[in-house]
């Protein structure tokens, strides 16, 4: 079942803006994860937050973490055209030694127009 | 980091045929994962392959339709069988780093079925 649900669907941002894209998630979760993926191809791994961090950051990336909420949100500063992609967030679901499973949200669309 | 060739990239198959795809990783790994994700959708996972042990399913998915192959610890087969116009969608491998919890994807395979 879904486990992360994004919004907003579809975001359409001026190059050097600022884009903010959120993630809420039903269950409990070890960590959440966020991916890239360009034209419906292959997902690029961009960032992990585990359960008992609140914010981490990679380059242009800042990621923050509410577990109270059971929220997550991807912050890319200063965009840039070639960050147009689809961006989901995905949460694992550990069940025992042997097994893993991480499910994904249904995505953000974004278009950055130079 | 693994680097996984998906192939093919895209076909466009009848109606009753079947389709093979691969994957081959560049490193030995335990834990292979097939993916399906339709148009505008997320992705949903279709099964666990781990060498030496049958395919682990998820709801929805069954072997008769989706036979996997792991014969070893750096490939997979996924085969969709009898295909329909339903089953119009990209396949994604993908397999866990399990010292960094990331996810690596192959490139994925756009199906069509007239």
């Known amino acids: 079942s879904q486990q992360g649900e994004e919004d907003p669907q579809a975001l359409s941002i001026q190059e050097g803006e600022n884009a903010t894209m959120n993630c809420s998630y039903k269950t409990s979760i070890n960590n959440l994860q966020w991916y890239r993926q360009n034209s419906g191809r292959g997902l690029v791994h961009l960032i992990l937050?585990?359960?008992?961090?609140r914010e981490k950051h990679s380059g242009r990336l800042r990621v923050t973490l509410d577990t109270s909420k059971k929220s997550s949100s991807l912050l890319i500063t200063a965009s840039r055209a070639a960050d147009t992609a689809s961006y989901f967030c995905a949460t694992d679901a550990n069940s025992g030694a042997g097994s893993y499973q991480l499910t994904f949200g249904k995505g953000t669309k974004l278009s950055v127009i130079p | 980091s693994a680097v996984i060739s998906q192939k093919p990239s895209r076909d466009i198959c009848q109606r009753g045929t079947s389709l093979t795809i691969q994957c081959q990783v560049d490193?030995?790994?335990?834990?292979m994962f097939w993916y399906r994700q339709q148009p505008g959708q997320s992705l949903t996972l279709i099964a666990t392959?781990?060498?030496?042990?049958?395919?682990?399913?998820e709801s929805g998915f069954v072997i008769d339709k989706f036979p996997i192959s792991r014969p070893n610890l750096t490939f997979s087969t996924l085969t969709v069988s009898n295909m329909s116009p339903e089953d119009s969608s990209i396949y994604l491998c993908?397999?866990?780093?399990?010292?960094?919890?990331?996810?690596?994807f192959g490139s994925g395979t756009q199906l069509s079925v007239l």
């Open positions: 937050i585990r359960s008992n961090e």
């Open positions: 993908s397999v866990l780093d399990g010292l960094s919890e990331k996810l690596f």
């Open positions: 392959a781990n060498q030496g042990s049958e395919a682990t399913y």
């Open positions: 490193s030995q790994v335990t834990m």
